[in-house]
């Protein structure tokens, strides 16, 4: 599947759905456009079986730059036709219960890995903070920048950015807003691990492959939703009232039985299991 966008290029390839920031003569600036394709890309790979794993990349030497700041000083007045560029509502719905690019993120059943190119400052970070692996080359530069521009943090991360990070953590980068090395976002558990500039998306398509290879797709779906979702329960209880529920719910299921045999058999698995037929019952168990 090949899709044309005006700000994202997006194609996907044995398993993989590769989405590249596409702005490259701007570093990628976030525009409202790219918001709500990147919606659209990831609505899309939440229903397509041959997605396994969404990669997201930047085009050239930047993987986002923050918002599109070129209309000068009105660039954040949504009230403003060039604040509603960057940030107005262009969407036009989707399974996100109206929470745009963020809740797409979210809700996605597929994993997600971000792979820092180049710098990525403001929404340019935020908008990765609900994927669920980060890898950054060594060059790549970051920066939380809302309070040295006299804004909030916005695409929800406050709510993702203290439970990946810390609240230590977020404070200290948050609270200043300014720029820091990929070191430092390894040190400080933002990536998982930095690369040379050369073997960042041969290491990020390595990590999508292993995905891709070697899990059941039903499985990935629900771990995906319980790691994000039960993180903040006061207690095990709930958590253990819902994974012992779908533990036996798979249990009996062909995913179980092939995943057994393939390792008995010292081969690899082949699932067939699809996350668009074949989620358990009990799934949903949040509201919705």
């Avoid at 996605?108 to 792979?115: E, F, L, Q, T, Y």
């Avoid at 935020?126 to 692996?133: A, E, F, G, R, V």
Wanted: net charge negative; aromatic share 8%.
């Amino acid at each position: 599947m090949t899709k044309t966008y005006e700000h994202i290029l997006c194609d996907v390839a044995d398993g993989i759905m590769q989405i590249t920031l596409n702005r490259p003569d701007k570093l990628n600036a976030y525009t409202a456009i790219m918001g709500a394709e990147l919606a659209d890309a990831f609505d899309a790979a939440d229903t397509d079986d041959a997605v396994r794993v969404v990669l997201v990349t930047g085009a050239g030497r930047g993987f986002c730059a923050g918002a599109d700041m070129s209309a000068g000083a009105g660039a954040f007045d949504t009230t403003s036709s060039e604040g509603s560029a960057a940030f107005g509502d262009v969407s036009k719905g989707g399974r996100s219960g109206g929470s745009g690019m963020v809740g797409a993120v979210y809700e996605c059943r597929k994993p997600s890995i971000a792979a820092f190119n180049g710098s990525a400052v403001g929404v340019g970070l935020t908008l990765t903070l609900p994927m669920d692996i980060r890898i950054a080359a060594s060059t790549a530069k970051f920066g939380f920048v809302f309070a040295r521009r006299g804004l909030v943090p916005e695409a929800g991360s406050a709510w993702f950015l203290p439970r990946l990070v810390g609240i230590s953590q977020a404070l200290r980068w948050c609270l200043d807003g300014a720029l820091f090395s990929a070191e430092e976002a390894l040190t400080g558990g933002l990536v998982s691990e930095v690369t040379a500039p050369e073997d960042l998306l041969p290491r990020a398509r390595a990590i999508a492959r292993s995905i891709a290879d070697n899990t059941a797709p039903v499985s990935v779906a629900l771990t995906r939703q319980m790691l994000w979702r039960m993180a903040e329960d006061a207690s095990p209880y709930d958590t253990l009232k819902v994974d012992g529920r779908l533990a036996m719910a798979l249990g009996t299921g062909p995913d179980v039985r092939e995943g057994v045999s393939a390792f008995l058999e010292k081969r690899p698995p082949a699932f067939k299991g699809k996350v668009s037929a074949d989620m358990p019952a009990g799934y949903p168990w949040w509201p919705r």
